[in-house]
């Protein structure tokens, strides 16, 4: 501590650059940790938090006294954990695939394109689905038809949902997440391949051995801020896409939806503080777990 | 101390400036006898559903230069889609933001945001400020239109009851040969007329994500034998339902009334014989934004005759298109129960800096010259007044707001276009004496000791309901699958409910 103090009082500059950082850090994600003491109130706007009677765990009990519960927990799991494995293989593939491509033109035309669905709304991609998968004059029906099979009823078909959803988020996010790979790659030594050549590698031998292994502390870490999101549901897309389509629940429903329905009649700030602290602490545990893992196999990459 | 001095030097200084101001065009008129030279300068913030018309600027350009000149006043209007209302709005108030006057209803939030204490009690005000707001409508609205006896919102309407009915094709029903649309029978001749000739046209599309559009509520509505309602514990679900007069909460569980069951049958029918949309539940564009673009037939609609606009805009797509009503309305004077209860409400906002000023707003709103302007937009430029009562457009052009401000059964004018037909529907509902009394009338429902089964039991209601009251999910599987999961909630609902009713009751004898 002390010598904290003394490094920093000597490197008063360099330090002072992380002030905006901390600030950051302690308006936007510390501070708002007092919040969920709402999960504990009656919270009501007109006598404000702490005029508002204290509740116990009574907030919680809508969520946990249903058996829906542990079907949207594990939904949301699972969509997660599909998202994360499959966005960082094919971020992984796009970007190694990107960094051999010579031709700069073409590199970076593929760059923009792959890129480019990140930048359309969860909204807009919820109507696309809809045009590829409706059962009046959906694209997809027409294409299965005219290849002589039948219809299928997407809309009424639960368990395909997890495939369709995963692949739209490939579309959507794998691209914006290879260009950090590929930033992380451009940063690599050049020596490493240097050596390489002169032994005679391949240039698949040389993505197998040097880039892929000097790039996991970078997948390291962009899984473990994925996992500390596993029980966030992602709204947006979920809600855009699926909808208010109670058949497709059992596979799609995650926590954040699920909540949003539940109150969205009630308008109770307290019941949905308790849901975000259920997620709160779960992500936790989720993050801490993931670290000791990482931390047994590989003790270098773990984050702390 | 400080704050007071302050705020009086800011009021002189902000005197100064607007009575100079008012020297560039103030006609003088002002009957709330607060000149503009002692109010300061307020902008207020508005928040509706709805989207902006296509003379919006213009015709705020001149509400705004109106409000100046007689309130010192400056509008900000703020308009939200309806499909993302509910989830804004509350957004909007939990959060505190600076908003003066929201648009709430019963089917949105406003039972459940009055009883949280978002929204200011109006007595007081509507006494100091709002002379027309209270004159413009009669004792029986207000009377039933409060939550716990205080007045948390102004109601707007002008009607006892929706006007409400089915929205046909009139050019397909006489190319298919068939004659006008009387009753529910006809109704489904050509439904199946448009399924079995009309390719490439859905027959019928009800609502998929609004409860009160799912095709059983749309008939359960006009079923004046049985008077069956929803009890609103949440939105329009007829899970839990009044019957007639006879003050019980009925469970749909308990009892699966034939009225309903059938219904849910015959929608079921309908989807597996195609007539109602494949896509139901997941349709992305609103039923009138289907009809229109000529992709179905039928659409379940909240009026009583055709929109003008609505005929103008189906023949850009089919040049000989034509919507007809198909009202299933029983206009038997007293055969329909009514609580007096508007859909709609205003409300002024607890958080708002500005509530007297709002008020006077409101007060503004429900003058005849600014009500017009509001709702019709500049005299003589869109629209022409045809005496007292009517109106007439010129060029389609319209106002700003309506239905979601200020309604009222005073000040409303009838298009002069209305059809005979039409106007006799609306006439019929605007008559307070065409109704029997229903005995809720002032009830409402407080939620918070069930506030928890509540939530449950909209997930689960999410899961099964329009589904079944459109005949997208077979009513003999999931409905059980239904009341196995939704069940115990439910009744613990509809026992708090009746403990309610019951005591409501009491105190009105």
């Known amino acids: 501590m002390n010598n904290l103090l003394k490094d920093a009082i000597k490197q008063r500059y360099l330090y002072s650059m992380a002030v905006p950082g901390i600030v950051f850090l302690v308006v936007f994600s510390y501070i708002p940790l007092a919040g969920h003491v709402l999960a504990f109130k009656n919270f009501q706007i007109s006598r404000g938090i702490w005029g508002s009677s204290w509740a116990g765990w009574n907030n919680f009990r809508f969520f946990f006294s249903g058996r829906d519960w542990i079907q949207v927990t594990v939904n949301t799991v699972i969509l997660n954990a599909l998202f994360i494995v499959f966005e960082m293989a094919f971020a992984l593939l796009i970007a190694l695939f990107l960094n051999e491509i010579r031709l700069k033109w073409f590199k970076r035309t593929v760059q923009s394109v792959v890129f480019l669905p990140y930048f359309i709304s969860w909204v807009v991609v919820g109507y696309m689905a809809f045009v590829l998968f409706n059962n009046t004059d959906g694209l997809v029906n027409h294409a299965l038809r005219s290849v002589g099979l039948r219809d299928v009823d997407w809309y009424q078909t639960p368990w395909v949902w997890p495939f369709i959803l995963t692949v739209t988020r490939i579309w959507k996010n794998a691209g914006y997440l290879s260009i950090i790979l590929l930033a992380a790659i451009a940063g690599l030594s050049v020596d490493y391949y240097e050596s390489a050549r002169l032994d005679g590698a391949t240039r698949f031998q040389q993505m197998r051995f040097i880039t892929l292994p000097l790039l996991k502390p970078q997948l390291i870490i962009l899984v473990l801020l994925g996992v500390g999101r596993i029980f966030y549901g992602d709204f947006g897309m979920i809600y855009g896409i699926v909808g208010d389509n109670g058949i497709l629940f059992p596979t799609t429903d995650v926590i954040d939806t699920y909540s949003y329905r539940a109150l969205r009649q009630l308008g109770d700030f307290s019941m949905s503080s308790a849901i975000v602290l259920y997620q709160s602490v779960m992500g936790l545990a989720a993050v801490i777990s993931f670290n000791a893992i990482v931390r047994r196999i590989d003790k270098d990459s773990r984050l702390f | ?509």
């Open chain 2, 1 to 509: 101390m400080a704050a007071l001095k302050r705020l009086f030097l800011a009021g002189a200084l902000l005197g100064l400036t607007s009575a100079l101001a008012a020297c560039g065009g103030n006609n003088g008129e002002d009957s709330s006898g607060a000149g503009s030279g002692s109010l300061p300068p307020v902008t207020l913030k508005l928040v509706v559903p709805g989207a902006k018309s296509a003379n919006f600027d213009e015709v705020m350009a001149e509400v705004n230069k109106r409000l100046k000149a007689d309130l010192n006043t400056q509008l900000d209007l703020t308009f939200i889609d309806f499909a993302d209302l509910n989830q804004k709005t509350n957004v909007m108030l939990a959060s505190g933001e600076n908003v003066d006057l929201i648009f709430d209803a019963p089917w949105l939030h406003l039972d459940s945001m009055a009883s949280q204490g978002f929204y200011e009690e109006l007595t007081d005000l509507l006494n100091q400020y709002g002379p027309n707001v209270l004159k413009t409508r009669p004792q029986q609205m207000w009377d039933a239109n409060k939550i716990d006896g205080k007045i948390y919102g102004v109601p707007l309407g002008s009607a006892y009851t929706q006007a409400r009915s089915v929205f046909i094709r009139k050019d397909l029903r006489e190319k298919l040969g068939l004659p006008p649309v009387r009753t529910y029978d006809d109704l489904e001749k050509y439904l199946y007329a448009v399924r079995d000739k009309e390719l490439g046209i859905t027959p019928l599309i009800a609502g998929g994500d609004d409860v009160t559009y799912s095709w059983v509520n749309w008939r359960i509505r006009d079923d004046t034998g049985v008077n069956i309602r929803p009890t609103n514990a949440f939105g329009a679900s007829l899970m839990l339902y009044y019957k007639g007069n006879d003050g019980k909460v009925y469970n749909l569980f308990d009892t699966k009334e034939p009225q309903i069951w059938n219904d849910i049958l015959d929608a079921r029918k309908l989807f597996t014989d195609k007539v109602m949309s494949q896509d139901v539940l997941t349709n992305k564009s609103s039923q009138s934004d289907m009809q229109l673009q000529n992709k179905v037939a039928a659409t379940p609609e909240m009026a009583f005759g055709i929109p003008q606009a609505f005929n103008d805009k189906l023949k850009q797509v089919v040049p000989d298109g034509e919507l007809e009503a198909v009202r299933l309305f029983d206009l038997t004077p007293g055969s329909n129960l009514s609580n007096y209860k508007m859909d709609n409400f205003i409300c002024i906002v607890k958080a708002s800096k500005h509530k007297d000023r709002a008020m006077m707003f409101l007060d503004w709103a429900n003058k005849q010259e600014n009500y017009d302007l509001l709702e019709h937009g500049i005299e003589g430029k869109n629209w022409k007044a045809v005496g007292d009562r009517q109106y007439d457009t010129l060029g389609n052009d319209g106002g700003v707001v309506s239905f979601q401000l200020m309604l009222n059964p005073a000040l409303e004018r009838d298009w002069v276009g209305t059809d005979e037909e039409t106007r006799k529907y609306n006439g019929f509902i605007a008559k307070a004496d065409n109704f029997s009394k229903d005995i809720m009338t002032g009830f409402t429902f407080d939620p918070t000791p069930v506030k928890n089964e509540v939530a449950q039991f909209s997930t689960i209601q999410a899961k099964y309901y329009n589904g079944l009251f459109n005949g997208a999910l077979d009513p003999d599987d999931y409905f059980s699958k239904f009341k196995a999961e939704g069940e115990a909630p439910l009744k613990k609902i509809q026992t708090e409910l009746q403990k309610q009713v019951d005591a409501f009751l009491a105190k009105q004898k």
